[in-house]
C-alpha cells in the first residue's frame, strides 16, 4: 500500500517551487524571441511562394499580355505586329456592335441580378421561416440546374424555346393560347430576356441555399420577442432578417455579377451564337469573335481590356453602394 509522507521540517521543494528567472535566462529568451520570429517569417513565405508563383504566372502575366496586345495590330497567326496605340480603343466607339453588345451584357446583368437576387431572398426566407412539407425535397429540386453543365443547360432551354415542338409554345397550344407564341430565340426583342430566363434558372438554387445557410444562423429568440410586439413576417424580414444578413448579400452580390459576365457569354455561345444579326451578343462572346474568328486579335484584346474595365468598375460601385455597419448578434 502507497502512502504520502509530508517533507521534513527544513527541507526545500525544488519541484513545486521553480527559482525565479535570473538575469541571464531573461537575456537568453530575449534573444531567441526574434530568431523564432525570423523563423516563422520564412516558413510562412516559403508556404506561400508556390501560390504566388502560380498567381503570377497564371493570372498577372496573362493580364499583362492583354494590355499590350492591345495596342497592336495582329491576326493572331502571323509574325506580323504592328504597333497602333490607343487606335483599336478609338474603333470601339465607332463600332455599333460593340455598342449593342455592351448594351445587352448591361441589361443581363441588371435583369438576371435583380430577379436571381429577390427570387433567392424570397425562396429561402420561405424555406427557413416556413414549415414546409418535402422542404428538402424542393431545395434539391431548385439546386439541380447548378450542378449541371452550362452547356447542358443550354441544350435544355433550347429545346424548350423551340418554335413546333418546344414544351413552352406547346403548353400555350395547349391552353388555346396560340396568340402568346413566339420564335423565342429567333426575335430580336425577346431573345434576351430568353437567354437571360436560362441564367436565371441556372443560379438560383444556388444563391437560395447560401441565403438559407445565412437566415438559419440567426437566433430564434429575435423572432419571438418581435412576434410578441406584433411584428408581421414581412416586417420581420425587412427589420430582422435582411439587416442581420447583409454583409452575406454583399459579397454574394458582388459575386454574382462577376459570375453573371462569364454566364452570359457561355450561354449566348450555345444558345445563340450572338444571333439573330447579333441581337443577342454580350461583350465577351464579341471579344471572342473578333480574336478567334476575324483574326483581328489586338482589337479583340482591346474589347478585353474594356471588359476588365468594366468589371472592375461595377464591383466597386456595388461595393460602396452596399456598405454599411455590420450587424451583431
Known sequence: MTTLSSPPPGSTNRTSEPAPPTGRSRRRRGARAPARRRGNTGFVLACLLPALVLFAVFMIVPTLNVFR???????????????????????????????????????????????????????????????LRARNLYRFILYIPNVLSVVVIAAVFSAVYDQENGLLNGTLRLLSLDGLQQVWLGD?????????????WQSLGYYMVLYMASMSSIPEELYEASALDGASPTRQFFAITLPLIWQSLRTTLTFFIMSAVNLSFVL???????????????LLNYMYKQAYTNSSYGYGMAIGVVIFAFSFLVSLLVSRATRREPLQF
Do not use: C, E, H
Not at 450555345?270 to 454580350?282: F, I, L, Y
Open 69 to 131: 496586345m492591345s495596342l497592336y495590330t495582329w491576326s493572331g497567326f502571323s509574325p506580323d505586329m504592328r504597333f497602333v496605340g490607343l487606335d483599336n480603343f478609338s474603333r470601339l466607339l465607332d463600332d455599333q456592335q460593340f455598342v449593342r453588345a455592351f448594351q445587352n451584357t448591361v441589361a443581363l446583368l441588371v435583369v438576371v441580378t435583380v430577379v436571381t437576387m429577390g427570387m433567392g431572398l424570397f425562396l429561402a426566407a420561405i424555406m427557413t421561416r416556413q414549415r
Open 188 to 200: 430580336q426583342k425577346i431573345v434576351v430576356y430568353s437567354v437571360a430566363t436560362a441564367m436565371v
Open 268 to 282: 449566348v455561345r450555345a444558345m445563340t451564337g450572338g444571333g439573330p444579326d447579333g441581337s443577342s451578343d454580350v
